[in-house]
């Protein structure tokens, strides 16, 4: 038995036993190693197919379709299902994930191609005909092509961190040498990410068990910020609600308008405050406030007298102290504003706002608004003040809030994308939600915005802590 024969063996029986491992989820099939050895012989199988047929002849057949069966199955394996981590994410993120090893597979690809196509015609010219290795080299192609289309299509449909212009250069530019490659392999890495950022909140709610740490004393009244509405199917809190619910939580929502004035939505959360007090029976409630909504909580508390009934405000993101970016956007020329503001005023008209007024609710957060609304504006002596924030750390943190995010951050100020540190101190200041990576966490991640999961944050997580802390302070 020669060694080509004992190799076509041995590849056999090594794909059967990691096929058999990956099936009962011991070892991955599709794992780097594997893909090291397995990619150059699957790019290459016609001229190995020659190769093999030519030196053991007819009597290797059987072993030679065998073994082709072998790679075929990892090549679909590979292209197919490419993640069988067990891990219950979703059709979509799984769908996600496996862009990452194809992505990665096609970069190893190209770069062993680079070098084994052209030895093969310097090295096996006199060997192999001329045809066989004008087509193994455009079966490479077509490899490759292959996994190209299926990465970056999983990657540009499926994928929520990725930005349009990273979505055109997977699109276009892949094929560039050394460029595409670099492009490919930035894309693996962002996209794994995202999965993995996924596959670890999975695995924190098992390790979490289904009990009532949030089973507050008093129920909660979530308070949304501008430009949202409290909807069922697509609520100002994302994914919250939910894990609160899960460990306990009696929630409630404050159902004021998205683009109202503060003196409007104060009256409408002063009035859900006294329907929740009266649905459940409860003294008092507590409340949590995003962005504007600790405002309106505040006027409705203060202004409209309803501190008897409120134990405690948590707030996330309020611009306290007023917001420096809207000192310089409100500084448009008033007609190029004005009709801003009746555009978003239309729009959110439809929506459901019975009377939205933009020009005035953005007004509301300049910096000497804000002082005086303070001014006018004192704690309640039976109420409990405390205020939480989080920053973001580059522009490409949220690229919705990038503009106003790099303006306060040129006037000296940490922030969030729209809110600062300093201005969103009240009470007792709890402290900045950070991200263990360099992404951040913005004003829009603070509610679950994007219902996205992400590397080193987990604000399912955060909430569950924040009302598990109410309780324990008797809340």
């Known amino acids: 038995m020669t060694g080509l024969a004992v190799g076509l063996i041995c590849v056999a029986v090594i794909i059967v036993v990691l096929g058999v491992l990956d099936l009962v989820q011991k070892v991955p099939l599709i794992?780097?190693?594997?893909?090291?050895?397995?990619?150059?012989?699957?790019?290459?199988?016609?001229?190995?197919?020659?190769?093999?047929?030519?030196?053991?002849?007819?009597?290797?057949?059987?072993?030679?379709?065998?073994?082709?069966?072998?790679?075929?199955?990892?090549?679909?394996?590979?292209?197919?299902?490419?993640?069988?981590?067990?891990?219950?994410v979703g059709f979509r993120l799984k769908a996600l994930g496996g862009a990452s090893p194809i992505l990665f597979s096609l970069g190893y690809a190209i770069v062993v191609e680079a070098v084994l196509l052209p030895l093969s015609f310097v090295f096996l010219a006199d060997r192999v005909p001329t045809e066989l290795l004008i087509g193994n080299l455009a079966y490479a192609l077509g490899c490759c092509l292959v996994l190209y289309l299926n990465g970056s299509l999983r990657a540009i449909l499926l994928s929520k961190s990725l930005g349009v212009l990273s979505r055109?250069?997977?699109?276009?530019?892949?094929?560039?040498?050394?460029?595409?490659?670099?492009?490919?392999?930035?894309?693996?890495?962002?996209?794994?990410q995202e999965y993995r950022a996924a596959v670890d909140r999975v695995e924190w709610e098992r390790a979490v068990p289904q009990d009532d740490r949030c089973a507050t004393r008093y129920p909660i009244l979530l308070v949304h910020g501008?430009?949202?509405?409290?909807?069922?199917?697509?609520?100002?809190w994302g994914r919250i609600p939910k894990y609160?619910?899960?460990?306990?939580?009696?929630?409630?929502?404050?159902?004021?308008?998205?683009?109202?004035?503060?003196?409007?939505?104060?009256?409408?959360?002063?009035?859900?405050?006294?329907?929740?007090?009266?649905?459940?029976?409860?003294?008092?409630?507590?409340?949590?406030?995003?962005?504007?909504?600790?405002?309106?909580?505040?006027?409705?508390?203060?202004?409209?007298?309803?501190?008897?009934?409120?134990?405690?405000?948590?707030?996330?993101?309020?611009?306290?102290?007023?917001?420096?970016?809207?000192?310089?956007?409100?500084?448009?020329?008033?007609?190029?504003?004005r009709r801003l503001a009746g555009a978003v005023n239309w729009v959110f008209g439809l929506a459901g706002d019975e009377a939205p007024d933009f020009l005035d609710s953005t007004m509301a957060f300049r910096t000497e608004v804000s002082a005086a609304f303070n001014r006018e504006t004192p704690d309640h002596p039976a109420v409990y003040y405390q205020s939480y924030t989080s920053i973001m750390t580059r522009p490409s943190s949220d690229r919705v809030l990038s503009v106003p995010f790099q303006v306060i951050k040129a006037l000296g100020e940490e922030n969030d994308g729209l809110?600062?540190?300093?201005?969103?101190?009240?009470?007792?200041?709890?402290?900045?939600?950070?991200?263990?990576?360099?992404?951040?966490?913005?004003?829009?991640?603070?509610?679950?915005?994007?219902?996205?999961?992400?590397?080193?944050?987990?604000?399912?997580?955060?909430?569950?802590?924040?009302?598990?802390?109410?309780k324990q302070r008797g809340f």
């Not at 055109?168 to 794994?192: E, H, N, S």
């Not at 949202?228 to 697509?234: L, P």
């Not at 909504?293 to 006027?299: A, E, H, T, W």
């Open 226 to 236: 501008v430009g949202w509405r409290d909807r069922v199917r697509f609520n100002a």
């Open 31 to 88: 794992n780097p190693v594997v893909m090291a050895l397995y990619l150059p012989i699957a790019m290459n199988v016609p001229l190995l197919a020659y190769l093999i047929f030519t030196e053991l002849g007819v009597a290797w057949l059987s072993a030679m379709i065998i073994t082709g069966l072998a790679l075929l199955y990892v090549w679909i394996h590979l292209n197919v299902f490419p993640i069988m981590d067990g891990v219950p």
């Open 244 to 337: 609160l619910k899960r460990h306990g939580a009696n929630l409630f929502y404050g159902e004021q308008e998205a683009w109202g004035t503060i003196a409007q939505n104060g009256e409408q959360v002063a009035r859900r405050i006294r329907e929740v007090t009266e649905l459940t029976g409860a003294p008092k409630i507590n409340i949590i406030a995003h962005s504007r909504g600790g405002i309106d909580s505040r006027y409705a508390i203060t202004t409209l007298g309803e501190g008897c009934r409120v134990a405690s405000l948590t707030t996330m993101n309020t611009p306290h102290h007023g917001v420096r970016f809207a000192d310089t956007a409100t500084k448009l020329k008033q007609p190029v504003y």
């Open 419 to 470: 809110v600062s540190v300093d201005s969103a101190k009240w009470g007792e200041f709890r402290g900045v939600l950070c991200s263990t990576t360099r992404r951040g966490v913005s004003h829009g991640d603070l509610v679950d915005m994007h219902r996205e999961d992400y590397a080193g944050f987990n604000v399912l997580d955060a909430y569950i802590k924040i009302v598990a802390d109410l």
């Open 168 to 192: 055109w250069l997977i699109a276009t530019a892949v094929w560039v040498p050394v460029i595409g490659w670099l492009i490919g392999i930035g894309a693996a890495r962002g996209v794994r």
